[in-house]
């Protein structure tokens, strides 16, 4: 193995980077070893004999592939969690997305003549009241009122 520091050297000052970057071609070595003037190193890298690598930089593919996951609802369990439910869902948002189902389910039951308008505004009042704490709980007390028989299903 010969000592190509010298030609190492002239080479990250010609192509303005470090030495570590230079990459020598190992099979012209010897060529390279004969190189003493900057000349001979400008030829060598305009033969290609020599060459500047690439920076190397963090690679973002785990990133996105965790952004992936995260998106279809992974990693949230308790040890990831950080704030209290409140500051990580508003109470305002919460309330929203369960009001709307339930309002959205009463709706889509009344369109399908499940249950009767009076029954319809009755339970839409309920709610508004905030007694179902979901549209399973609202399903259910439905079918304890005797609005919807027993079997059925939203």
């Not at 593919?61 to 869902?89: D, F, I, N, Q, Y």
């Not at 959205?104 to 003549?113: A, S």
Request: with cysteine.
């Amino acid at each position: 193995m010969s000592d190509l520091s010298n030609q190492r050297r002239m080479a990250s000052d010609l192509l303005k980077c470090g030495q570590n970057r230079i990459w020598i071609d190992g099979t012209r070595q010897e060529e390279i070893v004969d190189a003493v003037t900057r000349q001979d190193i400008r030829s060598l890298i305009k033969s290609g004999a020599i060459r500047r690598r690439n920076v190397l930089g963090t690679s973002r593919v785990r990133a996105r592939r965790h952004a992936a996951e995260l998106a279809k609802g992974r990693h949230a369990g308790p040890g990831s969690r950080r704030g209290t439910p409140s500051s990580r869902m508003s109470s305002k948002d919460r309330w929203m997305r369960r009001i709307r189902a339930q309002r959205d389910l009463l709706r889509r039951l009344r369109d399908d003549r499940k249950i009767p308008s009076a029954a319809y505004r009755r339970f839409y009042r309920q709610a508004k009241g905030g007694m179902f704490r979901s549209r399973a709980h609202l399903l259910l007390n439905l079918r304890l009122a005797g609005v919807l028989p027993a079997e059925e299903v939203a």
